[in-house]
């Protein structure tokens, strides 16, 4: 496997979770762009992944893989990451970004939605990150989740996936403690980025922006700038969530 460049300088691997589209891209584009191979994991937009896939290996050969897997099947965590760590023969990053959000009033919650809200947000980001220690220790590599403002206070109508990212705030912490010195463990919080795919009232969405300090939605940008500083440019920073969120959590 080539994981060096003409000059010969090592590049470094980043596998970033659900990352075909949404934040999830925004973030493989900067990565990439910021000298990184990436490995784009998705589940149902194979084709976006592969399009995306297809748009950095036309900017830089042989610079971006995808592999497939449904979070919800725990059979896979061990081979995904053995998966992308071949694709390169190293890892560096992993960034547990896939995630499913939607309500779950009281009273309608299922066990379907229990498992599926919190595999994807909290078991397979603990279960992907413990495959991965074997090759980011070789790498002294580091890894991200993706955790949300409403990880420390509630949002109406999601007790689940509230729970889920609370989960992997806790999870993002006691790995860093467990994991250093060698591997670094950090989360960003987003606020209001992008709106859910599922719809969402107009006048919920207006009542979040008002309740913001700086009165507008962020853009996937924001993050991925945050998360590129954590993964290259933190070397003395484990263990702590970045909330980008316009101040939403001075007000929620
Ligand atoms: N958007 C925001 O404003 C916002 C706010 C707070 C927190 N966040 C957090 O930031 C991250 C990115 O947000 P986003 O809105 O861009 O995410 P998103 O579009 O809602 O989801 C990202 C990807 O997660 C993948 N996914 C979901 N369930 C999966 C499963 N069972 N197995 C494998 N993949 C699964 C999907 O991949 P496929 O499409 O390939 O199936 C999806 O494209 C998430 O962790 C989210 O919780 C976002």
Known sequence: MDNSNANDTIVKTALV?????????????????AGYNIVIHCHSSRQSADSLAEELNN???????????????????????????????RLDVLINN????YPTPV?????D???????????????????????????????????????QRPMKEHPVYCAAKAGLAMLTMSLAKELGPDIRVNGVAP????????????????LILERTALKKPGDPIDIAKTILFLVRDADYITGQIIAVDGGRNLNI
């Open 59 to 89: 900017d830089r050969k042989k610079s971006a893989k995808v592999i497939q897997g449904d979070l919800n099947d725990e059979t896979i965590y061990n081979n995904l990451i053995d998966q992308a760590f071949q694709c390169w023969n």
């Open 191 to 206: 606020g209001a980025i992008l709106w859910p795919d599922n719809d969402m009232a107009d006048h919920t969405k207006k």
């Open 17 to 33: 979770t659900g990352g075909s589209k949404r934040i999830g891209a925004t973030t493989v584009r900067l990565l990439h762009e």
């Open 98 to 101: 896939a995630s499913s959000f």
């Open 113 to 151: 939605d229990w498992n599926n809200l919190i595999n994807s947000n909290m078991k397979a980001p603990l279960f992907l990150a413990q495959a991965a220690v074997p090759y980011l220790k070789q790498t002294q590599g580091n890894i991200v989740n993706m955790l949300d403002v409403h990880a």
């Open 107 to 111: 009273g309608s919650i299922t066990m």
